[in-house]
């Protein structure tokens, strides 16, 4: 472990850490620190000053420790090293005024800041985001010509900013005449106020006016920011009015923000889209790409059995990854179920107990649908047999609180494959066949009762 490259060990406890902290948090104390070559065992860090470190070694001394080597002394081997800012030489200063002041457009100091592993080609499809992503599509592609505005909603972590960026990407790349901006609601009321402050709103207007594309991330913090509203919406109909691009994120629908109405009525003007929360499928197939990205070898059952706890955001589940990535790297050994339980309890989502088994549900399988207990579990794979065998398995699915593995194992050994692809055709199936909802709606009946 020892010997291990310095950088990456630190990239690991990073990437660690960035999950564990607020962003604001990371922003400040994490992000501003450099990894300097060393030779030796000792990690040397540049810091900016010496409250960085303090702060690392207040708070962060256990995780530190977890990732790098320690001393005897129990502390983290590092080596701290304090940049001063170097005091601005004089001709720096001579060089930096009059380009500033000679600016007549202070935005376009303003450069398009966008996440780099936001883009169409990391973005994993499933049922949930297809539409929202072939509607980020078509807008990158036609910006102005398509939908407009784009309104993208739902929930935290579900890859709106990821959209956001990539149109952002995909724009500057091959439309490089469009003057482009992707911002927080934040940033522009922050934007705001530092130029109101100045008394140079105007050039601000003129500035947001002229582009040909606005990305504008989490509006849902225009809410209840009357003044800012009011601007925010100017500019949005100017922009609209020339047929100029707008997409909007939020974690809401538009009628659902505490907006004006004349705010609301805009947004809903163009394509509204809702990200859903991605389908088992999905989540595992994210998980592989992104194990893949990492080269963390991640074997399929483990992709479920993660897949399958954590389900409801898709930045919980890299977390998940990235724990696992580095505990697994740092112990030297393989991912395997046990060190996913071990390392992962806290992020794993307890689903609520309850009390239904495999077994009661076959005996009920069997007897609604006059089937010999013995066959269902047995093997064969007679109609008679094998349907009413898919029935228990989508009710297994549905009602027992087991991962697909477990599930698996008590219908005699099958594969989670098995399971899933029954209960898919039962499912798909349910939506038009009457008796088959009767019969399931009684199976549910008499196992909840
Ligand atoms: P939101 O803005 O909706 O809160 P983000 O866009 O920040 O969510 O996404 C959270 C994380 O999950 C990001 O790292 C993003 O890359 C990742 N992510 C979300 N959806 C997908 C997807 N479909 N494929 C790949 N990565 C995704
Ligand atoms: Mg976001």
Redesign the pocket.
């Known amino acids: 472990m020892l010997t291990r490259d310095h950088r990456e060990t630190w990239s690991l406890f990073i990437e660690f850490i960035e999950e564990k902290c607020s962003s604001i948090e990371f922003e400040n104390w994490f992000a501003p620190i450099q990894v300097l070559p060393s030779d030796t065992d000792e990690i040397h860090l540049e810091v900016p000053n010496i409250f960085v470190r303090e702060y690392l070694m207040d708070n962060y001394k256990r995780d530190l420790c977890a990732f790098l080597p320690t001393r005897s002394d129990g502390d983290p081997a590092i080596h701290f090293v304090i940049n001063e800012p170097k005091k601005p030489t004089h001709s720096a200063q001579v060089v930096e005024l009059p380009t500033k002041e000679s600016h007549d457009d202070p935005y376009s100091n303003h450069s398009l800041k966008l996440?780099q592993?936001?883009q169409f080609s990391?973005?994993?499809?499933?049922p949930s985001?297809q539409f929202v992503?072939s509607a980020a599509m078509g807008v990158a592609t036609k910006p102005g010509r398509s939908y407009n505005p784009l309104f993208i909603h739902?929930?935290?972590?579900?890859?709106?900013?990821?959209?956001?960026?990539a149109i952002g990407h995909y724009v500057k790349e091959n439309h490089k005449k469009l003057r482009i901006q992707c911002i927080t609601t934040e940033a522009f009321i922050n934007d705001l106020v530092d130029n109101l402050r100045n008394k140079s709103v105007d050039r601000m207007k003129r500035f947001y006016r002229s582009l040909d594309i606005l990305l504008v991330?989490?509006i849902q913090f225009l809410q209840s920011r009357l003044n800012f509203e009011e601007e925010f919406c100017n500019t949005f109909e100017s922009l609209i009015n020339q047929s100029k691009q707008i997409v909007i994120?939020s974690?809401k629908p538009p009628g659902q923000l505490k907006l004006s109405e004349r705010m609301i009525a805009r947004m809903e003007w163009g394509l509204v889209a809702n990200?859903g929360v991605?389908d088992l499928e999905?989540r595992v197939?994210?998980l592989q790409?992104?194990a893949e990205q990492k080269g963390l070898r991640l074997p399929n059952q483990i992709a479920f059995f993660i897949a399958e706890h954590i389900f409801n955001?898709?930045?919980q589940?890299?977390g998940a990854l990235n724990r696992l990535s580095a505990y697994t790297r740092l112990m030297g050994i393989e991912v395997t179920e046990e060190v996913v339980e071990k390392t992962l309890s806290e992020l794993m989502e307890q689903i609520p107990q309850k009390k239904i088994s495999v077994e009661s549900i076959l005996k009920c399988v069997a007897t609604i649908f006059e089937v010999r207990l013995s066959d269902l579990r047995g093997t064969s794979r007679t109609k008679d047999v094998a349907f009413p065998r898919q029935v228990a398995m989508y009710l297994a699915k549905e009602l027992v609180n087991e991962s697909l593995m477990k599930l698996a194992t008590a219908f005699g050994g099958k594969t989670h494959s098995t399971l899933l692809h029954a209960w898919k055709k039962i499912s798909g199936q349910l939506e038009k066949d009457e008796t088959l909802r009767r019969q399931i709606h009684m199976a549910r009946r008499n196992l909840e009762a």
């Open positions: 996440n592993f936001y990391n973005f994993i499809e499933g985001n992503k739902g929930g935290v972590g579900l890859g709106k900013t990821h959209l956001l960026h991330d989490d994120t974690d990200i991605p999905t197939a994210i790409h992104k955001n898709v930045r589940l890299e």
